[in-house]
């Protein structure tokens, strides 16, 4: 039995050492002085170094078992309630997810959720929370990626230049990107920033990627998902490595004809978005020990804890000091108690 148990704890390690990657390249922002670049970018490039120097960023090596496509999935939060914007994704090799699409046939199954999207809205409903720690546990041990959240505080009302003027919305429509409200505008180029930054971090020369976003104000249609692609492709090429080619960028966005295995994966971000906007919100206005957070919220955020064997998961923060300057940081999240099931993997970074 300790000879089984030896044996499997040797593969467990070898696979993790398969799918991180070591000495990851973080500077993306190096084509002209860092300051030129759209803030978003900034303090995700400064807070990964931040991470990487205190030893706590993993990152996936998503050329792994020759992947050579990569999927990226975005959600989105606070929308309507909260006082933070929550921006989501998960970049995975999307062609080693087959044992991924495995388990969560396994865990509709037991769970009798049908087609039923794992929504944050839907924490209500009986079986799908009952569900939820199944569908992280598998994400966990069978999604090898980065889930990439920024938490920007609402007070922040733009990232990009005057929140009363139409600026943005008459440069995209200059260059023929469509017709945005200035609102949709900011978020867009939000959007398209943080997603366009991920994936030239984690994407290698040769590999294709598809981007699957939320259906909402910035791509309500075929046409607007078009315009975001085509801006996305461009925002891509500023942050993309010298030297690296990407055959295909494409897109995919749920809407008549759904796809369940694509839809899990949009569902990590959902719930993450969801979760990290009401835990937030509720933070800031209550006593720790009077915080009343949605059923499955905690879930989440115990998962949020740690990484998986294969999922790796960073949060971060854009905000307003005391003095009304704008700061980054990392946002960590430590268990009030050890969970039994976490299980500490040696790996060479």
């Known amino acids: 039995m300790e000879i089984r148990a030896s044996a499997e704890m040797h593969r467990i390690v070898e696979l993790a050492n398969q799918l991180v990657w070591n ?6 922002l190096r084509g002209h002085p860092e300051n030129e670049y759209a803030l978003i970018a900034q303090t995700l490039q400064t807070q990964l170094k931040k991470s990487h120097a205190r030893g706590t960023l993993s990152l996936p090596d998503l050329r792994a078992f020759d992947n050579t496509s990569v999927g990226v999935f975005s959600d989105y939060g606070g929308e309507s309630t909260g006082d933070y914007f929550v921006y989501s994704a998960l970049v995975c090799g999307y062609g080693i997810t087959g044992e991924f699409n495995t388990r969560m046939k396994a ?19 009986g079986q799908l929370l009952r569900a939820l720690p199944d569908y992280l546990a598998a ?4 999604v090898p990626g980065f889930l990439c959240s ?6 922040l009302t733009t990232l990009f230049g005057s929140p009363e003027d139409s600026t943005l919305s008459e440069l995209l429509c200059a260059e023929g990107l469509g017709n945005w409200k200035p609102q949709v505008a900011e978020k867009l180029l939000r959007v398209v920033h943080f ?22 104000a ?18 891509l090429g500023v942050y993309t490595r010298y030297g690296c080619t990407f055959p295909i960028v494409g897109g995919a966005i749920p809407f008549e004809e759904r796809s369940v295995e694509m839809m899990d994966l949009l569902s990590a971000p959902d719930v ?3 979760s990290l906007g009401d835990y937030l919100t509720k933070r800031d206005s209550m006593r720790h020990d009077e915080i009343r957070v949605k059923e499955g919220t905690r879930e989440v ?9 294969c999922l790796k998961k960073a949060t971060f923060v854009l905000r307003k000091n005391a003095t009304g300057a704008i700061e980054g940081g990392t946002l960590e999240f430590q268990p009030l108690e050890q969970a039994e099931e976490v299980l500490f993997i040696p790996v060479s970074m």
């Open 150 to 155: 920024l938490v920007v505080d609402k007070k």
């Open 139 to 142: 994400l966990n041990s069978s």
């Open 195 to 216: 997603t366009a930054f991920l994936a030239a971090l984690l994407t290698h020369n040769g590999q294709k990627i598809i981007w699957m976003s939320d259906h909402d």
């Open 107 to 125: 865990v509709r199954a037991k769970h009798h959720l049908g087609e039923k999207e794992i929504a944050f809205k839907d924490f209500g409903m």
């Open 301 to 309: 955020l115990r998962w949020l804890t740690h990484d998986g064997l």
């Open 272 to 274: 993450v978005a969801g």
């Open 23 to 28: 000495a990851p390249d973080l500077d993306l």
């Open 218 to 235: 910035i791509c309500p249609n075929e046409e607007k998902h078009t315009n975001m692609l085509s801006l996305f492709g461009r925002i």
